[in-house]
Every structure is written in structure tokens, then in C-alpha cells.
């Protein structure tokens, strides 16, 4: 029960330590969009997710012919297990 109510009190403590930062880090963010309004640029959220995606997308054209090879030696390798094992 004593170990319990410690990990309880961490949790709680770092969660409240947490909204802390974020709430101070809001303040800082929404100066920020607003000076990046100024200069007609996008929110910083919107163009994180936009360069992820970017990147994502690269990614996944470069690594494509390596899946369908992954998933044809996934099943050789099956293959090959179930003869070996009912030998």
C-alpha cells in the first residue's frame, strides 16, 4: 500500500510539474504564431505536421520495394519452420 501511495504521489507531482511547463510554454507558443502571422507564415504546429508528413511520404517511397520483399521472406521463412518441424 506504501508503494502505491508513493508512485501516486510522483505521478501526481509530475503531472502538475507538466502543467506548469505547458502553461508556460502556451504563453511563449502564442507569442510566437503571433509574430509568424506577421510575417505570413504559417502556426508552428501546422507547419510541423506539414513537414512530417512530407517526410513520411519521402520515406515511403524510397522503403516500398523493401516491404513486399520483407513479407515474401516472412513467408519462406514460415515455410520452412513448419517443414522442418514436422520432419
Request: aromatic fraction near 4%; hydrophobic fraction near 35%.
Given at each position: 500500500?506504501?508503494?502505491?501511495l508513493m508512485v501516486g504521489a510522483l505521478a501526481f507531482g509530475a503531472a502538475f510539474a507538466a502543467e506548469r511547463q505547458f502553461k508556460?510554454?502556451?504563453k511563449d507558443l502564442a507569442?510566437?504564431?503571433k509574430m509568424r502571422a506577421m510575417s505570413?507564415?504559417?502556426p508552428l504546429f501546422?507547419?510541423?505536421v506539414k513537414n512530417g508528413i512530407g517526410q513520411l511520404k519521402k520515406y515511403g517511397a524510397s522503403q516500398q520495394g523493401q516491404a513486399f520483399g520483407f513479407l515474401g521472406?516472412?513467408?519462406?521463412d514460415a515455410v520452412r519452420y513448419f517443414k522442418?518441424?514436422?520432419m
Open positions: 500500500m506504501l508503494r502505491g508556460l510554454v502556451g507569442r510566437y504564431n505570413g507564415d504559417p501546422a507547419q510541423l521472406s516472412l513467408q519462406s522442418m518441424r514436422n
